[in-house]
């Protein structure tokens, strides 16, 4: 498959976007949700544009290129930094850590949550979950319809009980965003329109970003935040349009566009060594300025994520050539 460059910088925004996320200072607010929605949820639809059942001779030959991609690097980073975290992570995290017992991240890696040593993986396990269970979807339905039951599925967490193992391989949020991977899956024709190509479109684009982005900085405010927070997938998608043009617009002008692929074909190692960098980053900072350095400083939380993401640029490329098993690649690939 010819790679698409807008797919590339569609991939590097979001990583940067989710690169700011987990820099601090955090934010208890509607726009930390927003800057959230507009990053990590759009991993989803870039996968799902990507997917091409005809390609796929079974669901066990999908399941084992799947497990390659996805459950090799979760378990080879997994196993690296649980090492580091039981010699050196628990105690610069702080006492709070330290009352974690040694075996609770073992457990959340064998669930499928790993919060206490690589939170960001969750991605990895909900993406996992959700292509398992969209594969049925898309095999035995065509047209549209992956997208309307996609939908359905992301509703059901309405009333689907509020139990523990819907967190079991992120299976509540694999729900809660799988439209945004039917979309990008079987709604080609209509990502193939989302450009500037016409006024018209441009402002129909613009109009629906603006109504996306106002539920999602609006809504946890004023209505129930679980209302809110099941309902945010269609709110990214009201976004999309919008996104995806600028990402083609990007393509067009051909800016940065090796950086763009090179972060999006590296994307599961930024993912990894993001949080722990911007740590490394924080202590540093605020040991030579301050500890209030940070404190509501939102040009520094954007400037400690541009340099997250120049310093991991040569790591990460490094890894991917030399250490491809850690991603579950050949040397050839």
Same mark, same amino acid.
């Given at each position: 498959m010819k790679r698409l460059a807008w797919l590339d910088y569609m991939k590097f925004i979001a990583m940067f976007l989710v690169v700011i996320y987990h820099t601090p200072p955090r934010y208890d607010t509607a726009h930390e949700v927003a800057l959230f929605n507009m990053g990590a949820p759009v991993f989803f639809f870039a996968a799902g544009y990507l997917f091409n059942i005809a390609r796929?001779?079974?669901?066990?030959?999908?399941?084992?290129?799947?497990? !390659?991609?996805?459950?090799?690097?979760?378990?080879?980073?997994?196993?690296?930094?649980?090492?580091?975290?039981?010699?050196?992570? !628990?105690?610069?995290?702080?006492?709070?850590?330290?009352? +974690?017992?040694?075996?609770?991240p073992v457990w959340q890696f064998v669930q499928g949550t790993p919060d206490v040593v690589l939170g960001p993986f969750w991605f990895l396990a909900a993406l996992f979950t959700m292509q398992v269970i969209y594969y049925p979807i898309r095999k035995y339905l065509s047209g549209y319809w992956p997208l309307v039951a996609a939908l359905l599925l992301s509703l059901s967490l309405f009333i689907l009980p509020?139990?523990?193992?819907? !967190?079991?391989?992120?299976?509540? !949020?694999?729900?809660?965003?799988?439209?945004?991977?039917?979309?990008?899956?079987?709604?080609?024709?209509?990502?193939?329109?989302?450009?500037?190509?016409?006024?018209?479109r441009s402002l129909l684009w613009l109009l629906l970003a603006t109504v996306g982005l106002g539920f999602l900085i609006v809504a946890p405010l004023t209505i129930d935040r679980a209302?809110?927070?099941?309902?945010?997938p269609e709110a990214v998608i009201l976004v999309l349009p919008l996104y995806t043009a600028i990402c083609k617009w990007l393509e067009q002008l051909n800016v940065g566009s090796s950086i763009a692929r090179n972060v999006a074909i590296t994307g599961i190692t930024y993912l990894a060594l993001q949080n722990y960098l911007i740590g490394v980053i924080k202590m540093l900072v605020t040991k030579f300025a301050g500890p209030n350095i940070l404190d509501d400083n939102i040009l520094m939380k954007v400037s400690i994520a541009i340099v997250?993401?120049?310093?991991?640029?040569?790591?990460?490329?490094? +890894?991917?050539?030399?250490?491809?098993?850690?991603?579950?690649k050949s040397r050839k690939a």
């Open positions: 796929q001779k079974d669901f066990f030959t999908f399941l084992r290129h799947r497990a !390659r991609q996805l459950l090799v690097p979760y378990t080879t980073f997994f196993v690296i930094f649980y090492a580091l975290w039981l010699v050196v992570g !628990r105690r610069m995290a702080g006492p709070e850590e330290m009352t +974690i017992d040694t075996l609770t509020d139990v523990p193992y819907f !967190r079991y391989w992120n299976l509540d !949020r694999a729900l809660l965003y799988m439209p945004l991977y039917a979309l990008g899956n079987c709604c080609h024709p209509l990502v193939d329109k989302f450009d500037f190509s016409s006024v018209g209302v809110a927070y099941v309902l945010a997250v993401m120049i310093i991991l640029y040569p790591l990460a490329l490094f +890894i991917d050539r030399y250490l491809p098993w850690l991603l579950g």
